[in-house]
T-cell receptor
Framework: GQQVMQIPQYQHVQEGEDFTTYCNSS?????IQWYKQRPGGHPVFLIQ?????EVKKQKRLTFQFGEAKKNSSLHITATQTTDVGTYFC????????????FGKGTMLLVSP | DAGITQSPRHKVTETGTPVTLRCHQT?????MYWYRQDPGHGLRLIHY???????DKGEVSDGYSVSRSKTEDFLLTLESATSSQTSVYFC????????????????FGEGSRLTVL
């Protein structure tokens, strides 16, 4: 079945440093979504990427979808303590009938 | 936040007992999903529904059953709970399918923490 791998599992940064999490799929994806989950909370949708090579920005967050639509990344510039949480990517397969598959997530800790 | 209510929010039960978790939505979204979240495993799909009385299995459906008799309610049942089913369970909804290349954004409930002793 479809697998979505995410690295790193965990990252601890100082406030102001940049952060990047990477997502790789074993198969071509039709689209990829990103979610953020605060400690003790529920996942919250951040963005969806659909097109090959697509880049989207939300303030300090930059999302990219690879040209082959098999990988994606989330980059946070100048992290803040409010960025703390776990970031998940989730992809939908490109062929047949497939549901959204989540990566295992990257936990981000930001020290002031 | 989307109108999604999960109940109970916390439950402790013993091995072998039946457990039902309820997800109730006020958004009239067509699609509903049950995920479990465990450390090191992320979110894994248990079952989902694409309409009233229309359900299908996810990647970790063994030991679980679901029912959807009304648009707004999606029930997850553990017929005979086991310790391996100790987890946090999230219900999610979407208006557009997340499968077959759909573009459905998921809205999650607050979660139900289940402990099976």
């Amino acid at each position: 079945g479809q697998q979505v791998m995410q690295i790193p599992q965990y990252q601890h940064v100082q406030e102001g440093e940049d952060f990047t999490t990477y997502c790789n799929s074993s198969t071509t994806l039709s689209n990829i979504q990103w979610y953020k989950q605060r400690p003790g909370g529920h996942p919250v949708f951040l963005i969806q990427l659909v097109k090959s090579g697509e880049v989207k920005k939300q303030k300090r967050l930059t999302f990219q979808f690879g040209e082959a639509k098999k990988n994606s990344s989330l980059h946070i510039t100048a992290t803040q303590t409010t960025d703390v949480g776990t970031y998940f990517c989730a992809g939908t397969g490109n062929s047949g009938y497939s549901t959204l598959t989540f990566g295992k997530g990257t936990m981000l800790l930001v020290s002031p | 936040d989307a109108g999604i209510t999960q109940s109970p929010r916390h439950k402790v039960t013993e091995t072998g007992t039946p457990v039902t978790l309820r997800c109730h939505q006020t958004e009239n979204h067509r699609y509903m999903y049950w995920y479990r979240q465990d450390p090191g495993h992320g979110l894994r799909l248990i079952h989902y529904s694409y309409g009233v009385k229309d359900t299908d299995k996810g990647e970790v459906s063994d030991g679980y059953s679901v029912s959807r008799s009304k648009t707004e309610d999606f029930l997850l049942t553990l017929e005979s709970a086991t310790s391996s089913q100790t987890s946090v369970y999230f219900c999610a909804i979407s208006e557009i399918a997340t499968d077959r290349g759909g573009t459905g954004e998921l809205f999650f409930g607050e979660g139900s923490r289940l402990t099976v002793l």
